[in-house]
């Protein structure tokens, strides 16, 4: 079965340092997200992307986070600066574009866990 | 009031027992409705969409009140790999999934 992937699995950073995230959505996925999850809280929405454009983004997602699809394959998370509640854990999905123009069902990948000291 | 809401548990339920979640959201405007199941530090995963009619998959059923802007979850002959924190969901628009908190769940043997 097609999995969404994520990499790395754990990253560890300095306050201040840039980091990127990776994801490889499911192969004949048009629409992408990030989503973050903070130890002990709720998953919650970042960005949405879709023909090459982000078409949402939350009011975390400010300045400092961007997103591209760089390749035919990969869809990069990167913050600039990092700060330590940027501290989580950070989902990528990536959901089908199904009948009736509509998007399908989000597929979460495993994750990375982020951790800023 | 939040977006989506949840009773956080831990729902603490003997092996075989029927166990129900409810959840709440605030935002008429939602279009469609989830339950997804997240293991502990795992990504979330997909257990049922939700329709107003109702649907049942297996030993899960789901339930919508769109009056009452209300969810449900039915677990049925609950199983111990049923342990997992289970998490209402809501489309606004085909964006974002908004989530709840999630209710922990766990099934003893």
């Known amino acids: 079965e097609p999995e969404v992937t994520q990499t790395p699995s754990h990253q560890v950073t300095q306050m201040g340092q840039e980091v990127i995230l990776r994801c490889v959505p499911i192969?004949?996925?048009?629409?992408f997200y990030w989503y973050r999850q903070i130890l002990g809280q709720k998953v919650e929405f970042l960005v949405s992307?879709?023909?090459?454009?982000?078409?949402?983004k939350s009011e975390i997602f400010d300045d400092q986070f961007s997103v591209e699809r760089p390749d035919g394959s990969n869809f990069t998370l990167k913050i600039r600066s990092t700060k330590l509640e940027d501290s989580a854990m950070y989902f990528c999905?990536?959901?089908?574009?199904?009948?009736?123009?509509?998007?399908?069902?989000?597929?979460f990948g495993p994750g990375t866990r982020l951790t800023v000291l | 009031r939040k977006e989506v809401e949840q009773d956080p548990g831990p729902f603490n339920v003997p092996e075989g027992a029927t166990v129900a979640f409810n959840c709440t959201y605030s935002?008429?405007?939602?279009?469609?409705f989830f339950w997804y199941r997240q293991d502990c530090r795992k990504e979330p995963k997909l257990l049922m969409s939700?329709?107003?009619s109702g649907n049942e998959d297996g030993r899960f059923t789901a339930q919508l009140n769109r009056a009452s802007q209300y969810i449900s979850l039915l677990i049925r002959d609950s199983k111990l790999s049923d342990s997992a924190t289970y998490l209402c969901?809501?489309?606004?628009?085909?964006?974002?999934?908004?989530f709840g908190k999630g209710t922990r769940l766990h099934i003893l043997p």
């Open positions: 939700v329709y107003s």
């Open positions: 999905a990536s959901s089908a574009l199904v009948a009736g123009g509509q998007r399908g069902t989000q597929y």
């Open positions: 992307f879709y023909n090459n454009e982000i078409s949402e």
């Open positions: 192969s004949n996925h048009l629409y």
């Open positions: 935002n008429s405007a939602s279009q469609s």
């Open positions: 969901a809501v489309n606004i628009r085909d964006d974002k999934i908004i």
